[in-house]
């Protein structure tokens, strides 16, 4: 989830702009940074305390490999990932053939307003350049229902360094929405812990009318 050493540079535009498969982590075999092979257990506690209850349809944004997805399918969701990724994509259906996978851009979703009832984000947010963040939250919301639920992880550091997400970060950009919890914790990938903000966000119910 942390942008990788090896990336250099700024794996947010490598990422964003990826167009030939060997700069793709998933071809490169960077993604083992911050691959997790098992269910999250910052997702898995979703559901097992209940603030995710299927039945609903769930979009996986940025969703690699496919675990999230189809953890959430397991749980009795249906669930579709989204990745700019066609390497991770294809492994990805290959591995979870119950879940849809798109190649599409977050900036620009292919999906109707209020499509989805549940939003994930495992390390996708953090890779965007600081300008594309208003038209992510814009997107994510829209794609959401109102009081639909959006469990986000944005990585704190990039290759080693400390980047501008935080609290101020969250608030400022998901502005609209209704911030449940946010915290900073270790998530695990495979191979390291990784310092994230951690965040249940809502979209509101509905919007209050203007006085
Ligand atoms: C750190 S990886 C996390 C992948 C997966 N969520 C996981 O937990 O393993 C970030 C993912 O976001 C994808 N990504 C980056 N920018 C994107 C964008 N603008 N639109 C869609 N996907 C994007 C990358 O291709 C990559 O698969």
């Given at each position: 989830?942390?942008?990788?050493?090896?990336?250099?540079?700024?794996?947010?535009?490598?990422?964003?702009g990826?167009?030939?498969?060997?700069?793709?982590?998933?071809?490169?075999?960077?993604?083992?940074?911050?691959?997790?092979?098992?269910?999250?257990?910052?997702?898995?506690?979703?559901?097992?305390?209940?603030w995710?209850?299927?039945?609903?349809?769930?979009?996986?944004?940025?969703?690699?490999l496919?675990?999230?997805?189809?953890?959430l399918?397991?749980?009795?969701?249906?669930a579709?990932?989204?990745?700019?990724?066609?390497?991770?994509?294809a492994?990805?259906?290959?591995?979870?053939?119950?879940?849809?996978?798109?190649?599409?851009?977050?900036r620009?979703?292919?999906?109707?307003?209020?499509?989805?009832?549940?939003?994930?984000?495992?390390?996708?947010?953090?890779?965007?350049?600081?300008?594309?963040?208003?038209r992510?939250?814009?997107?994510?919301?829209?794609?959401?229902?109102?009081?639909?639920?959006?469990?986000?992880?944005?990585?704190?550091?990039?290759?080693?360094v400390?980047?501008?997400?935080?609290m101020?970060?969250?608030?400022?950009?998901?502005?609209d929405?209704?911030?449940?919890?946010?915290?900073?914790?270790?998530?695990?990938?495979?191979?390291?812990?990784?310092?994230?903000?951690?965040?249940?966000?809502?979209?509101?119910?509905?919007?209050?009318?203007?006085?």
């Amino acid at each position: 989830m942390d942008k990788h050493p090896l990336l250099g540079g700024s794996a947010a535009r490598r990422l964003v702009g990826l167009s030939r498969v060997d700069d793709d982590p998933y071809a490169t075999g960077v993604c083992t940074y911050w691959h997790l092979s098992t269910p999250p257990p910052e997702l898995t506690s979703t559901i097992s305390d209940g603030w995710l209850r299927p039945p609903g349809r769930v979009l996986d944004i940025g969703c690699g490999l496919g675990i999230e997805a189809a953890t959430l399918t397991q749980a009795g969701f249906r669930a579709v990932g989204v990745d700019l990724s066609s390497v991770a994509l294809a492994r990805a259906s290959a591995t979870h053939p119950e879940v849809s996978f798109v190649e599409a851009d977050v900036r620009s979703l292919p999906f109707a307003d209020g499509d989805f009832d549940v939003l994930l984000d495992r390390g996708c947010f953090h890779y965007l350049e600081p300008a594309d963040r208003s038209r992510y939250a814009t997107e994510s919301f829209r794609v959401l229902r109102p009081g639909g639920r959006f469990l986000l992880r944005a990585c704190l550091r990039a290759a080693g360094v400390r980047n501008d997400i935080g609290m101020d970060t969250l608030l400022s950009v998901f502005a609209d929405w209704d911030v449940i919890s946010a915290r900073e914790e270790d998530v695990p990938s495979d191979t390291r812990d990784l310092r994230a903000l951690v965040a249940r966000l809502q979209r509101p119910a509905s919007i209050s009318p203007a006085p």
